[in-house]
T-cell receptor, first 113, second 117 residues
Framework: AQSVTQLGSHVSVSEGALVLLRCNYS??????LFWYVQYPNQGLQLLLK??????LVKGINGFEAEFKKSETSFHLTKPSAHMSDAAEYFC???????????FGAGTTVTVRA | GAVVSQHPSRVICKSGTSVKIECRSL??????MFWYRQFPKKSLMLMAT?????????EQGVEKDKFLINHASLTLSTLTVTSAHPEDSSFYIC?????????????FGDGTRLSIL
């Protein structure tokens, strides 16, 4: 079984500051890991995914995430926050034999001008 | 990129009505689609896995006679909420699994806001 834990339900950053969203996973098989973003009253948009090809994954909108097996982590970062980054972010995990996604509880990002 | 279209985006109807929600993968074939329910300020709860040409697989606690799923083609899955009641009011989101991409990521529709009066 796979699961993820997102540390921090709410993150507030200043515009231009670093965005760091934490995600730790638990998986009995090599995992696939994903970060999704959700804007109000919309579905989820895939930001990036880890599929064992490279530990540092670059995604859309300037986001990237690093897979660290020793720490069972897949934290999401963006060097400089923009007002448009205000949204809900979900970390998710699936196994290579069962492609169901298990989502974290989500982290709400607010960006201060 | 992969696009999933979900329709309608919002439904308001009377108690006892049945409501059908469509989920289409527009530029890729999806043998597997998923239906989620999301409560306010909460994460997504998987309701069922929709399999093309076969019966859907429901998660524990989800009433299959209440939430009918049909996946008749490689690009279309439908969810019908039968005899809807106010407690069925929620945000329903579908996704489609992209088999042609490493990791088979799920691509999501924009959701349907269902309000039962």
């Amino acid at each position: 079984a796979q699961s993820v834990t997102q540390l921090g339900s709410h993150v507030s950053v200043s515009e231009g500051a670093l965005v760091l969203l934490r995600c730790n996973y638990s998986s009995s098989v090599p995992p696939y890991l994903f970060w999704y973003v959700q804007y109000p009253n919309q579905g989820l948009q895939l930001l990036l995914k880890y599929t064992s090809a490279a530990t540092l994954v670059k995604g859309i909108n300037g986001f990237e995430a690093e897979f660290k097996k020793s720490e069972t982590s897949f934290h999401l970062t963006k060097p400089s926050a923009h007002m448009s980054d205000a949204a809900e972010y979900f970390c998710a995990v699936s196994g290579s034999n069962d492609y169901k996604l298990s989502f974290g509880a989500g982290t709400t990002v607010t960006v201060r001008a | 990129g992969a696009v999933v279209s979900q329709h309608p985006s919002r439904v308001i109807c009377k108690s006892g009505t049945s409501v059908k929600i469509e989920c289409r993968s527009l530029d890729f074939q999806a043998t597997t689609m998923f239906w989620y329910r999301q409560f306010p300020k909460k994460s997504l709860m998987l309701m069922a896995t929709s399999n093309e040409g076969s019966k859907a697989t429901y998660e524990q606690g989800v009433e299959k006679d209440k939430f009918l799923i049909n996946h008749a083609s490689l690009t279309l899955s439908t969810l019908t909420v039968t005899s809807a009641h106010p407690e069925d009011s929620s945000f329903y989101i579908c996704s489609a699994r992209d088999l042609g991409v490493m990791g088979q990521p799920q691509h999501f529709g924009d959701g349907t806001r269902l309000s039962i009066l």
